[in-house]
């Protein structure tokens, strides 16, 4: 596992937009942010944040992001290659990115209420459902939290 640099930033574009298209697909909505973000916007969005990767034969093949506010680390886009799932990638990415961030007081996250792999990850991480967001009839965001304990 590695800090992005910003030469892989297309490459992580691609990853990201392929990974949540099958969220799109779950919620019926293709204007989810994650799938029309353009390379201008990840760019802006990598000034601020931390994005760590793991590759496999120099690919990209999973990534996660994170930032800091208010003592609060706010996590962001967890994403892994389809052909890669279920290995343990992403709870390595989570732990990656919690200790990097190891001084605030709370880690937070969001993900659909659909999207119950995910829940159950986060769930199994030690995170805990704190509010639910309704965006629209198909869509309500289900936020998570975790109190550092290190």
Partial sequence: ????????????????????????????????????????????????????????????????????????????RLLVHKDFRNQGLGKALMNGIESHFNSPNRFELFTGFKSTKNILLYKKLGYSEYKKQYIHEELSLVFLEKINTQ
């Fill in 1 to 76: 596992m590695s800090i992005v640099v910003e030469t892989d930033l297309e490459q992580l574009l691609e990853l990201q937009t392929s990974c949540y298209l099958e969220e799109a697909i779950l919620y019926n909505d293709f204007t989810i942010p994650p799938v029309t973000q353009t390379l201008a916007s990840i760019k802006l969005d990598f000034r601020k944040e931390v994005f760590l990767k793991i590759e496999f034969d120099r690919n990209i093949i999973g990534s996660v992001r994170g930032y800091v506010e208010s003592n609060t680390c706010k996590i962001g």
